[in-house]
Antibody, heavy 126, light 112 residues
């Protein structure tokens, strides 16, 4: 069964760090680019970051550049998001997602998301 | 950055009637080399992740009912639900993937 499962969310103080994980099963993780997308409570969707299948390329939204780092462990089928210098405005549900149905070769080129996890909530508050 | 603007912000439609949601991009999302619009539509229900309905502006995902259709090109796009069903109550988002990725603010669809 194709599945993405996020974990690692919680309550954290402003300025602190948190690492999110996304465990992948049911497909060849190492062949697909992966994304993080977030959604603040009651708000819309915001793309956060992408990492290529082999981890050699990544891009970030301006709102997180320099503070967040996306990475992956293909031997463990796991995607990560290291979040540093957290701010109140980073409070959101964080989803991992990918372009799965189009095939692995399309996943880094076409950034629509047909496979999503259920998300993990990060709350930044003192 | 490409800014995506949806209209209306909310919409109430009677069961069985047509629902139309519009999406406008601040610059073209039509890639001239392959003549494809890098535009997708999603449906999100409470407590769930978004679900991809349509990509390439008009290509319906497998399993999506044919009452959902997408149209438009360049900078103006439309999601149409031809005959609203109760299970279609949700928030709908458009997304451009022409230049990184950006979403519209969402349109809340309710039953009148």
């Amino acid at each position: 069964q194709v599945q993405l499962v996020e974990s690692g969310g919680g309550v954290v103080q402003p300025g602190r760090s948190l690492r999110l994980s996304c465990a992948v099963s049911g497909f060849t993780f190492s062949s697909y680019a992966m994304h993080w997308v977030r959604q603040a409570p009651g708000k819309g969707l915001e793309w956060v970051a992408i990492i290529s299948d082999d981890g050699s390329n990544n891009y970030y939204a301006d709102s997180v550049k320099g503070r967040f780092t996306i990475s992956r462990d293909n031997s463990e089928n796991t995607l990560y998001l290291q979040m540093n210098s957290l701010r109140a405005e980073d409070t959101a549900v964080y989803y991992c997602a990918t372009t799965y149905g189009g095939g692995a070769t399309d996943s880094f080129e076409y950034w629509y998301f047909d496979l999503w996890g259920r998300g993990t909530l990060v709350t930044v508050s003192s | 950055d490409i800014v995506m603007t949806q209209s209306p912000d909310s919409l109430a439609v009677s069961l069985g009637e047509r629902a139309t949601i519009n999406c406008k991009s601040s610059q073209t999302v039509l890639y001239s080399s392959n003549n494809k619009n890098f535009l997708a539509w999603y449906q999100q229900k409470p407590g769930q992740p978004p679900k991809l309905l349509i990509n390439w502006a008009s290509t319906r995902e497998s399993g999506v009912p044919d009452r959902f259709s997408g149209s438009g090109s360049g900078t103006e796009f439309t999601l149409t639900i031809s005959s609203l069903q109760a299970e279609d109550v949700a928030i709908y988002y458009c997304q451009q993937y022409y230049n990184t990725s950006g979403f519209g603010q969402g349109t809340r669809l309710e039953i009148k």
